[in-house]
């Protein structure tokens, strides 16, 4: 818990610098919120059930259609652009046999109502914010980035179904995760050509925004999207931590624009964090269509990267004070005591029934108590009590009404 409360603290601290407001929803959402036809993992694994109201509800497994409904909701009462951040328990339903977690928290931030990429650049820029602020340097990680219009205007070019466009980049996002005959495969039940899927994974191993321009030709809003994000980029200050990479399409169906995920330049861990455009999300849920980009970082795979690095903060417990009783008939004025402390702001943990001193100084041990304040009769009719600095050992006796 105290690992949690540190890196939440940490995703918070780093959300308030960039303006952004917290905002929460409900766990339990309507199914229906969730229900793509994509093929998407997230959707294969939804934990869903129906209530006693005989509803069909899940367990939210991401927090954007959740945001994308707040937003609707809110309509005209909200004034955009809204920068929107929130740490929120996910839920998925997989075999426990992969000993993997079925919750784990998400942070996220979204910008809603700016259809530039500058938005993206902020984003990005908040999340190295972030991995500098625990000590996470640009030769640890790194932002594959690409743009699902680079999909689009290579598919462009062959007769793809529109609405198979979000199930081939859910396919897409599977390269390196399956053989890519598999791939080939699935890509050819949505109705790719073998002309079109050889030409699309000739274009996904592009590295280099020179070679796909000469590819894609200029002109093309995938080009000049990902030209602008890198300018930007290097003004932000954050050009070594990113680079380009065609083959990322991330695998949630409703992105629409750029893409980019953090990733482990050792390459042993799953992606850290990932992000992107999602302009047509709040028109699928009936709303406007207002342009809409964010990430989402979990709390599974940055903790496992700290570990790595050497870099999980020492987090003990901390407190100023432990206030004991020398005897049972005092424990009235020890509690006097530990509330004068407490109404100074000082950390007090009251020893809350007899105990033998040695117990008393081995808790202090455990709780890196800095001082013990015994209260015993002799010094309490002075209106004194003994104070002892546990680091030094130093012992003084002081009134009451002085203790600060
Ligand atoms: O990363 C996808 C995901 C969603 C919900 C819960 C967990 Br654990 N993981």
């Known amino acids: 818990m105290r690992l949690r409360n540190w890196l939440f603290h940490n995703f918070r601290e780093v959300s308030r610098i960039f303006g952004f407001e917290e905002v929460d929803f409900p766990v339990l959402e309507s199914e229906a919120l969730?229900?793509?036809?994509?093929?998407?993992?997230?959707?294969?694994?939804?934990?869903?059930?129906?209530?006693?109201?005989?509803r069909r509800v899940a367990l939210r497994p991401e927090l954007t259609p959740s945001l994308a409904r707040l937003v609707i909701q809110k309509g005209k009462s909200v004034s955009l652009p809204l920068k929107w951040f929130a740490v929120g328990q996910c839920w998925r339903y997989e075999r426990m046999t992969r000993g993997r977690r079925r919750e784990h928290y998400q942070w996220n931030?979204?910008?809603?109502?700016?259809?530039?990429?500058t938005a993206e650049a902020e984003l990005i820029s908040s999340i190295v914010t972030f991995f500098k602020k625990i000590g996470i340097t640009a030769s640890d990680v790194g932002f594959k980035i690409s743009s699902r219009k680079v999909l689009q205007e290579v598919l462009g070019s062959y007769s793809v179904p529109e609405n198979s466009f979000g199930k081939v980049c859910v396919i897409i996002d599977k390269l390196e995760k399956i053989p890519v005959d598999e791939i080939k495969k699935e890509l050819k039940l949505v109705g790719m050509s073998e002309v079109a899927i050889e030409e699309l994974l000739q274009v996904l191993s592009i590295k280099s925004l020179e070679k796909l321009e000469e590819v894609l030709g200029g002109g093309g809003e995938a080009i000049s999207d990902l030209k602008r994000l890198f300018f930007l980029a290097e003004k932000f200050g954050y050009s070594d931590w990113i680079q380009f990479d065609a083959s990322i399409v991330r695998g949630?169906?409703?992105?629409?624009?750029?893409?980019?995920?953090?990733?482990?330049?050792?390459?042993?861990?799953?992606?850290?964090?990932?992000?992107?455009r999602y302009d047509k999300?709040?028109?699928?849920?009936?709303?406007?269509?207002?342009?809409?980009?964010?990430?989402?970082?979990?709390?599974?795979?940055?903790?496992?990267?700290?570990?790595?690095?050497?870099?999980?903060?020492?987090?003990?417990?901390?407190?100023?004070?432990?206030?004991?009783?020398?005897?049972?008939?005092?424990?009235?004025?020890?509690?006097s005591v530990a509330t004068k402390l407490r109404e100074k702001g000082q950390t007090v943990d009251l020893v809350l029934e007899g105990k033998p001193l040695k117990w008393v100084f081995k808790r202090a041990a455990r709780i890196n108590a800095q001082r013990l304040i015994l209260v015993g009769s002799s010094e309490w009719q002075k209106g004194m009590v003994s104070v002892k600095i546990l680091s030094s050992g130093e012992q003084y006796e002081v009134e009451v009404g002085k203790l600060e």
């Open 109 to 117: 931030m979204d910008i809603i109502g700016v259809p530039e990429v």
């Open 281 to 335: 999300l709040l028109s699928t849920f009936g709303g406007d269509d207002i342009p809409a980009c964010g990430f989402g970082f979990g709390d599974a795979v940055i903790v496992e990267l700290l570990k790595e690095r050497g870099l999980l903060p020492e987090l003990s417990q901390q407190v100023e004070n432990i206030v004991c009783a020398l005897d049972q008939d005092l424990q009235g004025a020890a509690a």
């Open 252 to 276: 949630l169906a409703y992105y629409t624009g750029i893409v980019f995920e953090g990733f482990d330049r050792e390459g042993k861990l799953r992606a850290i964090c990932g992000g992107g």
């Open 34 to 54: 969730f229900v793509r036809k994509a093929g998407e993992e997230i959707r294969d694994q939804l934990y869903c059930f129906e209530d006693r109201g005989n």
